[in-house]
């Protein structure tokens, strides 16, 4: 069964501090995994989506990793700032599907003066 | 550019009544899913439809339905609501069915 595990499941930090989120997934076979920032009741927007061959990719302050022989990946948050507070999902997709993504249930991130 | 637009925003029905709810992508994308997000949980796979048809199915009943319209919007259908249904109800459409999916603000349904 295809799944997407993060952690840790909430995370509160001072402002200006880094933080890194975690990603863990057992979809196979792989195709691409999306980072996507989801503000409270609101729909989810793309950071970051790196394939198979790619280990790191960036968006200003968010940079995401990506190991698949581990099957995991990381969001770094560099000098956060009071709007990333948000929920931070996983998203990983399976290749020769009909884009069926698995979702993972996302980290809560609260940054705080 | 307008990005994918959903309708409508909040919504509020009883048990046993069916509603309907709108989408409509982004000018060129094909592709529409829908996704099921109950409060904390992430996202759940419901349809996608590319070109009018439907190429995915998630496990839902068929209480749900959904269809695509030749300008490629998209309206899901629920039938006989159950207090269950109540969450936000999310549309992302994009290119091509791999595509990256852009979602639009969603549409939260609240079942008495």
């Known amino acids: 069964k295809n799944q997407v595990e993060q952690s840790p499941q909430s995370l509160i930090i001072l402002e200006g501090k880094n933080c890194t989120l975690q990603?863990?997934?057992?979809?196979?076979?792989?195709?691409?995994l999306r980072w996507y920032k989801q503000d409270t009741g609101r729909g989810p927007v793309s950071l970051t989506i790196?394939?198979?061959?790619?280990n790191t990719k960036s968006n200003g302050r968010y940079t995401a990793t990506l190991d698949a022989d581990t099957k995991q990946s990381s969001l770094h948050i560099t000098a956060s700032q009071l709007s990333d507070s948000a929920s931070y999902i996983c998203?990983?997709?399976?290749?020769?599907?009909?884009?069926?993504?698995?979702f993972g249930t996302g980290t809560r991130l609260q940054v705080t003066l | 550019d307008a990005g994918v637009t959903q309708s409508p925003t909040h919504l509020i029905k009883t048990r046993g009544q069916q509603v309907t709810l709108r989408c409509s992508p982004i000018?060129?994308?094909?592709?529409v899913s829908w996704y099921q997000q109950v409060l904390g949980q992430g996202p759940q796979f419901i349809f996608q439809?590319?070109?009018?048809?439907?190429?995915g199915r998630g496990n839902f009943p068929d209480r749900f339905s959904a269809r695509q319209f030749p300008n490629y919007s998209s309206e899901l259908n629920v039938n006989a609501l159950l207090l269950g249904d109540s969450a936000l109800y999310l549309c992302?459409?994009?290119?091509?069915?791999?595509?990256?999916?852009?979602f639009g603000p969603g549409t939260r349904l609240l079942v008495l």
């Open positions: 992302a459409s994009s290119l091509g069915r791999e595509k990256t999916q852009y």
């Open positions: 990603c863990n997934y057992t979809v196979s076979p792989f195709s691409n």
């Open positions: 790196m394939t198979f061959s790619e």
């Open positions: 998203v990983v997709s399976a290749a020769g599907t009909a884009s069926k993504l698995t």
């Open positions: 000018s060129g994308h094909k592709s």
């Open positions: 439809y590319y070109e009018k048809e439907e190429r």
